[in-house]
């Protein structure tokens, strides 16, 4: 095997918390990749491309905050992410920046294990928001994005998908409950006013928190209903998945899965 490994990386602020390095890397091993897998600090979203190319990555995921910046910024985009206006995969075809979107289908996965979900309340209103209010539309399931302020839910309007600010908010019953906003991720704070949040968990089944490894204090809060919860990592780990498949241009077998699952969870 060659010394000069395929460059990966993921970019984000923060990005110290990313477990992405340790999944991807494993499932290098595991398929005996030429490829490492590194974590990149990317203050300025605008400068993304530029970055990506100038260090020779061979590929790269996007996290929060620049999701959006890096849909502006490639030369191509495909699939979903035309639609959703936000991705999280980046490919070097030949000197040119190939974006893709594989939050949508892996949080898709992540809910499965709930069983039956017509009705979903999805809190914020940013990239990650975009990707899972497209694929619960395409699936047919009923999505309401609930947001603080109203500037971001003009995406929402244009896809004919029911948004509201905390303001003006009118709640139903929802199967399931969704926070996709950062709250929680290094603070203690609730995706939205407890009020509201109080009378939507009375009545749901599920929460799921975009936010991994952790029970933030929305999951606790939605455990305290006796909610069934879940946190990020099979969302991380099948977006991961089929973005490691754009990656190494191979079909991953559950194998491979395995290895970067207990990766994630640091086994």
Request: aromatic share 10%; hydrophobic share 35%; charged share 25%.
């Amino acid at each position: 095997m060659s010394e000069i490994k395929e460059t990966f990386v993921i970019f984000g602020n923060p990005v110290a918390h990313s477990k992405s390095p340790q999944m991807h890397n494993a499932g290098f091993e595991n398929i005996d990749y030429n490829g490492i897998y590194k974590k990149h600090l990317l203050e300025d979203g605008n400068t993304i491309k530029d970055v990506f190319l100038q260090n020779h990555y061979e590929g790269a995921n996007i996290t929060v905050p620049h999701k959006e910046f890096a849909y502006e910024n490639a030369d191509e985009v495909r699939g979903l992410a035309n639609e959703i206006k936000a991705v999280n995969t980046y490919i070097n075809e030949n000197g040119k920046v190939i974006a893709y979107n594989t939050d949508a289908p892996g949080f898709l996965y992540a809910i499965e294990s709930f069983g039956e979900v017509k009705k979903v309340l999805l809190l914020g209103a940013g990239g990650t928001a975009k990707a899972i209010s497209l694929a619960l539309k395409q699936s047919d399931i009923d999505v309401t994005v609930l947001n603080r302020s109203k500037g971001k839910l003009s995406f929402f309007e244009e896809h004919n998908i029911k948004c509201s600010t905390w303001d003006n908010f009118v709640a139903e019953d929802y199967d399931l409950i969704v926070n996709s906003t950062s709250a929680g991720l290094k603070d203690e704070y609730l995706p939205c006013p407890e009020g509201i949040l109080n009378e939507v968990l009375q009545s749901a089944s599920f929460a799921f928190d975009c936010v991994y490894g952790k029970v933030t204090p929305f999951l606790a809060k939605a455990q305290e209903n006796d909610l069934k919860i879940k946190d990020g990592e099979d969302m991380l780990l099948y977006q991961g998945v089929l973005a490691f498949e754009y990656f190494t241009k191979e079909n991953v077998n559950d194998e491979t899965i395995e290895s970067m699952r207990k990766a994630l969870k640091g086994e």
